[in-house]
């Protein structure tokens, strides 16, 4: 099965207050940090190629800041929900560009048995990027990490949405670390009094991130 990670870098949103970020070259530098200390580790490692989605005005630029990483491509997107796609005999995983995936995730995606469309998580782990604490969460609807057969196009539909309109097969375990920031726009952190959340930070070192944080 060839693999391939693809991530929505700097794609207009559709909220009118965020729409023009993508354009921003001070937000695209603070995502570029964020991309080179998450998510370039931990996807680096792994030995497969990586697509980043910019819009048309912010892909030269990106592509000139990631000229130094062969595993990276540029892809022009212009369109939220997009239209990319891989070729018929890849597997697309999406992966948001300030998080990091287990080493584990693709041999797991590998064993997965039948002939489903997407491979989802509802288990994950979520770091303060200024505490340096992780937490365990489990979600009703799926995690934003998913794995699409058939090289289809891995944002058609929200990730909360996807077993509405596909073949879905849950993964157990953690295979997504959600780093919350403080530029986030939708990941937080557990109340203060969540404690029963907290896990040891040995679990980074299967992310590849371990060393990035204090």
């Known amino acids: 099965m060839r693999h391939v990670i693809v991530t929505r870098f700097s794609v207009p949103r559709l909220d009118a207050a965020t729409a023009s970020r993508h354009a921003d070259r001070a937000w695209l530098d603070s995502r570029l940090a964020l991309f080179r200390t998450w998510f370039v580790p931990s996807v680096g490692r792994l030995g497969v190629p990586a697509v980043?989605?910019?819009?048309?005005?912010?892909?030269?630029?990106?592509?000139?800041?990631?000229?130094?990483?062969?595993?990276?491509?540029?892809?022009?997107?212009?369109?939220?929900?997009?239209?990319?796609?891989g070729t018929p005999d890849q597997t697309v995983t999406r992966l948001d560009s300030d998080d990091a995936v287990h080493e584990g995730w693709f041999?797991?995606?590998?064993?997965?048995?039948g002939?489903?469309?997407?491979?989802?998580?509802?288990?994950?782990?979520?770091?303060?990027?200024?505490?340096?604490?992780?937490?365990s969460y489990r979600r009703l609807e799926t995690s934003p990490l998913a794995a699409f057969r058939r090289g289809q196009n891995p944002y058609a539909h929200?990730?909360?949405?996807?077993?509405?309109?596909?073949?879905?097969?849950?993964?157990?375990?953690?295979?997504l670390l959600q780093i919350a920031h403080g530029a986030n726009l939708s990941n937080h952190l557990p109340a203060w009094w969540r404690l029963d959340r907290r896990v040891p930070r040995t679990r980074l070192a299967a992310f590849g991130v371990a060393g990035s944080a204090p």
Do not use: N
């Open 52 to 85: 980043l989605l910019c819009s048309r005005p912010s892909a030269g630029y990106v592509g000139e800041q990631v000229r130094d990483l062969p595993w990276v491509s540029i892809v022009v997107q212009d369109d939220w929900y997009g239209g990319w796609r």
């Open 158 to 175: 929200d990730h909360k949405h996807l077993e509405a309109h596909h073949r879905v097969h849950l993964l157990k375990g953690q295979y």
């Open 107 to 113: 041999a797991a995606l590998d064993q997965v048995p």
């Open 115 to 135: 002939d489903p469309d997407v491979c989802c998580t509802t288990d994950f782990l979520r770091m303060d990027a200024q505490s340096g604490r992780v937490y």
